[in-house]
């Protein structure tokens, strides 16, 4: 958790709002990647990143490799948007993954 | 989309016994992956494997063994279950080098060791 600092640890949202999570690396890093946990425990993929910022739907991630950090931007927050967030750098492309400790969203209606 | 399955979904051990968590993946990825998840944790690697027959150490593969007796299936062995090893695991696949490149992951496995 120290190499990958989530912020913030958790999040409360009305629906129709926006937000961002953020990553925080102190290792090199190549890529990386978001994932959502839904509230059963499934662990989706969102986003691999190279350096730069991909858009899919109300989510937009960005991910600035010179300065350490990547972004998640959650537009208009649904219900089904809840969930935790995990954020993983690959480590000098190991082909591992390292993650951090999760965001945990709740969106309220 | 890509599909990896893990069982059991659920499992209870005794301390000292023997237990084997079984991964398939369907999508012909040379990577494979054990995690566990615990609170305050988050995702931590067990093992890894580049494909058949190959298996490296993770962060934390103290207690465990890994095989891969082939492409599509990934074993994580627990030879003497401890009730510290109580946890969520997580098998995991992938291929690194493409643009596309991310982890799919299974539906977990909870496992309770008494």
């Known amino acids: 958790g120290d190499q990958v600092k989530q912020s913030p640890s958790a999040l409360s949202l009305q629906e129709g709002t926006n937000s961002a999570l953020r990553c925080n690396f102190s290792i090199a890093t190549t890529t990386v990647q978001w994932f959502l946990q839904n509230p059963r425990g499934s662990l989706m993929n969102l986003f691999y990143l190279v350096p730069g910022t991909k858009e899919n739907g109300r989510l937009k991630s960005t991910f600035n490799s010179k300065e350490s950090y990547s972004t998640l931007h959650i537009r208009d927050a649904q219900l089904e948007d809840s969930g935790t967030y995990f954020c993983?750098?690959?480590?000098?492309?190991?082909?591992?993954?390292?993650f951090g400790l999760g965001t945990t969203l709740q969106v309220q209606p | 989309e890509a599909a990896v399955t893990q069982s059991p979904r659920n499992k209870v051990a005794v301390t000292g016994g023997k237990v084997t968590l079984s991964c398939n993946q369907t999508?012909?990825?040379?990577?494979m992956y054990w995690y566990r998840q615990d609170t305050g944790h988050g995702l931590r690697l067990i093992h890894y494997?580049?494909?058949?027959?190959?298996?490296e150490k993770g962060d934390i593969p103290d207690g465990y063994k890994a095989s891969r007796p082939s492409q599509e299936n990934f074993s994580l062995i627990l030879e003497l279950a401890t009730p510290s090893q109580t946890s969520v695991y997580f098998c995991?696949?992938?291929?690194?080098?493409?643009?596309?490149?991310?982890?799919?992951f299974g539906s977990g496995t909870r496992l309770t060791v008494l």
């Open positions: 995991a696949s992938g291929d690194w080098g493409s643009s596309a490149e991310t982890l799919y």
């Open positions: 494997s580049y494909g058949a027959g190959s298996t």
């Open positions: 999508n012909n990825h040379n990577n």
């Open positions: 993983a750098a690959d480590a000098g492309n190991t082909r591992k993954l390292i």
